[in-house]
T-cell receptor, first 114, second 112 residues
Framework: DAGVIQSPRHEVTEMGQEVTLRCKPI?????LFWYRQTMMRGLELLIY????????DSGMPEDRFSAKMPNASFSTLKIQPSEPRDSAVYFC????????????FGSGTQLSVL | SQQGEEDPQALSIQEGENATMNCSYK?????LQWYRQNSGRGLVHLIL?????REKHSGRLRVTLDTSKKSSSLLITASRAADTASYFC????????????FGPGTRLSVLP
């Protein structure tokens, strides 16, 4: 298996633009997580899905952030409009079985909002 | 506030020495996990210890868990330069539902 695949690897955009981050989880995993990592706040859970259904989105910063999982093999995290404070590394992770097992992380998307 | 807190924030040792990192957490857990993150990469799972276990080994890694003190430690023996990375503990905090809460991490530098 290729592991969790995220795209793009790097994204540079201007304030106010829409940004879409993509994730393909490991086949057979039924949990998908979106995390954001910054120096100041560390690794924060934004939202997670179980069987394509959002379970907990309490970590989503504000309405500018939205996430979807239209099928078991694809998820998106969208920021509209983007702001400089959204600059961070965004990670997608997946796991199979119960969520109390190990997470497999993608390589992340380095987002820079100018 | 974060469930897990690693200590120290940064650690610098010589190759061949042992490295010990600690993690404290606040609420009851089912398991605790340790992850490693190399610069510019995603996190990689190292080891999982369940709440009914006290110690676990995996190669040069040794993890202990003390649920009475709500703490865990990760020991890396005979460290190598390739062990240079950030190490995070993660807990399945019941207050947050079925997800993982990560601490701020310990930055380990192993000098050749």
């Amino acid at each position: 298996d290729a592991g969790v695949i995220q795209s793009p690897r790097h994204e540079v955009t201007e304030m106010g633009q829409e940004v879409t981050l993509r994730c393909k989880p490991i086949s057979g995993h039924d949990y998908l997580f979106w995390y954001r990592q910054t120096m100041m706040r560390g690794l924060e859970l934004l939202i997670y899905f179980n069987n394509n259904v959002p379970i907990d989105d309490s970590g989503m910063p504000e309405d500018r952030f939205s996430a979807k999982m239209p099928n078991a093999s694809f998820s998106t995290l969208k920021i509209q409009p983007s702001e400089p404070r959204d600059s961070a590394v965004y990670f997608c992770a997946s796991t199979g079985g119960t969520a109390n097992e190990k997470l497999f992380f993608g390589s992340g998307t380095q987002l820079s909002v100018l | 506030s974060q469930q897990g807190e690693e200590d120290p924030q940064a650690l610098s040792i010589q190759e061949g020495e042992n490295a010990t990192m600690n993690c404290s957490y606040k609420t009851s857990i089912n398991n605790l996990q340790w992850y490693r993150q190399n610069s510019g990469r995603g996190l990689v799972h190292l080891i999982l210890i369940r709440s009914n276990e006290r110690e676990k080994h995996s190669g040069r890694l040794r993890v202990t868990l003390d649920t009475s003190k709500k703490s865990s430690s990760l020991l890396i023996t005979a460290s190598r330069a390739a062990d240079t990375a950030s190490y995070f503990c993660a807990t399945d905090a019941h207050n947050y539902g079925q997800n993982f809460v990560f601490g701020p991490g310990t930055r380990l530098s192993v000098l050749p």
